[in-house]
């Protein structure tokens, strides 16, 4: 069975490299194009095609993916089955192309979480519980039925990037018994739940990033975790941008006006909110680098 992958970031890799470990027979690689990054503006390629170019494997990186030159050097790979892994949206005529369909590894146990960003929205909002699921494409973004899926346990403690890697190599595995199940005729698709409270994944953007010291401390605690590493929640301090990439929370009445703070000058920074504390223990000040907290406070005058 040939198969043609789709994927862009480090989430993707696992994927890939668990198929090529598998033995499936991947005949070409669907990436983003290079952009131009850094102070230099060198062309950064994806860590997929990275990968890929390492492995000997065809790499297309079509600009437009309605291009018919894409179209046709695609349906040259003569592939039976898609694999899409964080990738951007396909159109029609692209993940219908395979006599297999097209199949899609999403970050969050669907019909929950659709969208771009379900690992930093299921912890902002504080579960206990996410996971994986495959499922074949259709019109509505991740709406498709379900092949398999797999939950995991999420920590108080876990920010995006610790879920980020658990899903990322349980997702891998998830695939491969997928693909498996696909090529070997053994498996059945089911309609995703239906739900009456849909919860959702939309893209995040800076102005979701700024931490309102005026809300619940679990609730700005979970923002921090559910934004760490990347793209990272922050607030202002002398004017300047403070991000914060770990904290603890005290629940206790703070006694002083939210967004006001108390430190010690060498071991504690914590931020009143409307009814406790954030305690700051990683983070990086505006032009500085990222520290420890009392790293920060031995160059800092509060």
């Known amino acids: ?11 993707a890799v696992a994927s890939l490299n668990a198929l090529v470990e598998a033995g499936f027979d991947v005949v070409g690689v669907v990436t983003a194009a290079d952009k131009p990054a850094g102070r230099g503006q060198k062309l950064n390629e994806s860590a997929v095609k990275q990968y890929a170019v390492s492995k000997g494997i065809k790499v297309l990186q079509p600009l437009k993916l309605k291009d018919p030159l894409f179209i046709e050097e695609l349906k040259a790979l003569n592939a039976d089955l898609q694999v899409v892994v ?49 499922f074949f494409l259709k019109h ?17 403690d876990e920010t995006a990037g610790d879920l980020h890697d658990k899903l990322m190599n349980v997702g891998a595995g998830l695939l491969v018994k997928t693909v498996k199940s696909i090529e070997d005729g053994n498996y059945t698709e089911q309609p995703q739940p239906q739900s009456t409270e849909l919860k959702h ?6 102005e979701h990033c700024l931490i309102d010291w005026n809300q619940p401390v679990h609730k700005i605690y979970n923002q921090i975790r559910g934004l760490s590493p990347y793209p990272t929640a922050f607030t202002k301090l002398n004017d ?23 430190s010690d000058g060498k071991t504690y920074l914590k931020f009143a909110t409307r009814d406790g504390f954030i305690k ?11 520290m420890q907290i009392d790293e920060f406070l031995r160059g800092m005058r509060l």
């Open 86 to 134: 964080a990738f951007r949206m396909l159109p029609e005529m692209v993940w219908d192309m395979p006599a297999k369909g097209t199949i899609n590894l999403h970050a969050s146990l669907l019909p929950q979480y659709r969208g771009a960003a379900p690992i930093n929205h299921a912890i902002i909002n504080g579960e206990k519980e996410s996971g994986v699921t495959t």
């Open 240 to 262: 300047k941008t403070l991000k914060v990439f770990k904290a603890e929370l005290e629940e206790k009445e703070p006694g002083i006006s939210p967004g006001s703070f108390l």
């Open 1 to 11: 069975m040939k198969i043609v992958f789709m994927g862009t970031p480090d989430f």
């Open 201 to 206: 994944a939309p893209k995040i953007f800076k």
């Open 140 to 156: 509505e973004i991740d709406t498709g039925d379900v092949i398999f899926s797999e939950s995991v346990p999420i920590a108080d």
């Open 280 to 290: 700051l223990t990683d983070l990086q000040y505006e032009g500085k680098k990222r």
